[in-house]
């Protein structure tokens, strides 16, 4: 006959639990540990709208800038008229168009570039050296926090013009600005 | 635990998402720098080939492409690739293609260069075509007998009877008048007083617009190479020879009031140059005086630079006062022709002044061809002939008339000076030729 206290069974060695103490002690780390790793999560979740949103506007002022300031270094003369502005620059410069109101062509001719800025965004318009026909504008960057782009050196008759893309990020986030400039290779001074 | 593994797992994920993406952004500036440093690489290319070319003086007909190393282009037409490194280790390649014109004399006068430079910097390769003109060997006034590189003005009165082009506007008071076709730069415009296409002033037109390259004069050894020295031992002067100065001495070789290299005629006095080449700094004919050219004689005057000459900023390089002229003997403007290196950083002028009738015959008559210069024709001065300047001004009833044979004078065809006049960045890889895509 088996005895009672072999019958309840004292545990193998294998089958002992852990103590209350170990529990709590596992407990807390896994605590700590979890509280770390939500805390990453939260913060990596919060950022990467932010994140995204600042590399979109970097990527969207790098192909901007790079429009612009290659239009620029290949330009004849910045025109007085239009004025020139911080939102405004009409140039004449070479693009690689079959004529200015045309479609794409493997070599340059020169035509009257407008770019205009407003509303948080720029247009591009081409036409031709004496202003027309002209083109239908197009959008080249949008989401900007300010439409002041262009400054001008000399202020009069520019011979180096200045190009900075503000872009406006998730609220809280300062904005992304992207800058470059360009002094124009076919001018007059060049 | 397991949820804290998968959390860790999630987290871990989150922040690797944010650093890819960081790296890319990281990506996207090294290659933006990577496009401005191919960029540069290219144009020091550029700049290397037009180095080359004008530093080595006139090529050989046989050799076009010596300047470059090699002998003579290519089955495309191009000079074979020269290629380097940069002191940092980036690649840099050019070809050139230079194109010669045939002068009346048989002689070869290479006018124009392309060059298509390649620079590579961390595995971003940009590619730009650089087009460069030299006036050497050049016939400046083909098309048009006032040309300017800033533009035209003409004031109240004042009258052009000739073809005009200008990489600027023109600019004429109201009653002013233009006679002859016109030229306007790229964007710019004719404006104000009467616009005529042909130069009696009978039918009205419209202007174009083009580009025009006025490339600066290259003197070649005209400064220590020339006939100076027959001024005024063979080159006389008729009246009183205390009436003209040159290089600091009067005629009767009492010290002058004119500089080195400097030519000053004073009142009523003449001078006739019998010379082929002479290198001047200054030219100045005061009141009622003259400069001649001797009967069968061709002068070419080059104008030093205002650096060489030690001038200061808005010096009169040549300066006529009333009723002087400058005429050949035979009356042909080409004969006469003065070439003024000039300087982007030191304005100089050319004045022009006559106060005699407009109506009369052309008192000065000649060919100005000063791309760095400006010239400005005071009140009343008649001018036949054909003049290329910075900017070219007409004061009140001022005049300038086409003069027969002007579209025959050719620059002097020394070694070639190239000047950029057209500069583009290429697209795409070529295949054919190497400016393709620019």
Redesign the interface.
Known sequence: MARVGEAAGAPRSSERGFTLVELLVAMTI?MV??GG??T??IG??R??PR??S??TA??QG?VAT?RIT?EL??G??V?AVPTPTANQLAL?T?V?QSSCTGSPA???I?C?VTYSCSASACSRTVAD???SPSGAPVQVVSGLASTDVFDYAPSTDPTYVGVELSFATQPGAGPVVVADGATL??G??? | MPTVLLMIVAALGVAGAAVATSIQGQGGTVRDQGTKSALAVAESGASQALLRFNRYGKAPAAAPCAPVGSTFPEADGWCAEVAGTTVNGDTVSYRAKPTSSMLANGEIAWTELDVVAVGAVDGVTRRLDVHASSSSGQSPFLDADVLSEDGITLDSNSQIHSGSATNGDITMASNAKHCGPASVGIGKELSGGGYYSDINCTTSGTEIEDEISLPPVNQGDAPTNNDNDRLFGEDLISGKKGDACWNGFNGDGKAGKCGERELLIDNNSSVTLGGGVYSFCKLTLKSNSSLYIAAGVQVKIFFDSPEACDYEAGTAQLELLSNSRITAAVGKSVNVALLFVGSKDVQTTILLNSNTAVDGPCEQNFVVYAPYTDIDLDSNTKFCGAMAGKSVHLDSKAQIWTSSGTDAFVIPNTAPHFVVDRFVDCSATPTVVPDEGC
């Open positions: 896994g540990v979890l790793a939500v990453v999560f990596a979740v950022s990467g994140t995204s600042q590399v970097v990527q790098r790079e290659r270094r290949q004849l003369d025109l004449i070479y690689k493997a070599s340059s020169t009257r050296p004496d202003g290779r076919n007059e001074s060049s």
